[in-house]
């Protein structure tokens, strides 16, 4: 167990609808992170953000956005869904150090768009 | 722009063998990390391994090793007398020094590993 919580584990919904992943990070971790994992671009980094402020972006689409609220918890809302966009999404945190930090996954998000 | 490749898509080995597992990055920050995680079929990420740039001491953690070599970019792994539990896909990442500390991963190796 990582100590990253990801809820829900499974979720089906069809196209055009919009869904709320959520993400609990590791107890004192500041640092929360998005990845998309697909079969086609394997696992994508998607955003970042460092206690409450967006600290990097990568490939996120603009149908997608995410925060990061005071009790450090994180939420990756997807809207106008696209077959494509089903994938499994994970959620990772880490304590950002000077000497480096270790990235803890949870156990993702299975999202099916029918 | 950092790149990490895994040439090895899948292999396939008998319980109890040795089993390699090649990474190798590209970077050009001079402080970097390199990791390596597993993601058996029920479908988690889980952390194996981190190493620091700058320090290149291989390391053994039970039937797991590591061999960072910086000067040819490698970061290998091997499984030494492999366990059918050992079945899974294995990922290389590298991420940048501070303030980015994001990972870019590698299109990972499918082990899968026969009794």
């Known amino acids: 167990d990582s100590g990253v919580t990801q809820t829900p584990k499974h979720l089906i919904t069809a196209t055009g609808q919009r869904v709320t992943l959520r993400c609990s990070p590791r107890?004192?971790?500041?640092?929360v992170y998005w990845y998309q994992q697909s079969l086609d671009q394997g696992l994508q980094f998607l955003i970042q953000?460092?206690?409450?402020?967006?600290?990097a972006k990568g490939n996120i689409l603009e149908r997608f956005s995410a925060q990061q609220f005071p009790d450090l918890h994180s939420e990756l809302n997807l809207s106008s869904l696209e077959l494509g966009d089903s994938a499994l999404y994970f959620c990772a945190s880490s304590t950002s150090g000077l000497s480096g930090n270790t990235i803890y996954f949870g156990e993702g998000s299975w999202l099916t768009v029918v | 722009a950092q790149k990490v490749t895994q040439a090895q898509t899948e292999i396939s080995v008998v319980e109890k063998e040795d089993v390699t597992l090649d990474c190798v990055y590209e970077?050009?920050?001079?402080?970097?990390?390199l990791f390596w995680y597993k993601q058996p079929p029920s479908g988690e990420l889980v952390f194996l391994i981190r190493?620091?740039?700058?320090?290149?001491q291989n390391e053994i953690s039970g039937r797991y090793s590591w061999n960072f070599q910086k000067s040819t970019s490698s970061f290998n792994f091997t499984i030494t007398a492999s366990q059918v539990v050992d079945s899974a896909v294995y990922f290389c990442a590298l991420s940048e020094a501070p303030p980015d500390y994001k990972l870019s991963f590698g299109a990972g190796t499918t082990v899968t590993v026969r009794a």
């Open positions: 970077t050009r920050d001079t402080t970097y990390y």
């Open positions: 107890s004192g971790d500041l640092s």
């Open positions: 953000y460092y206690n409450g402020e967006e600290r």
């Open positions: 190493r620091n740039s700058f320090d290149e």
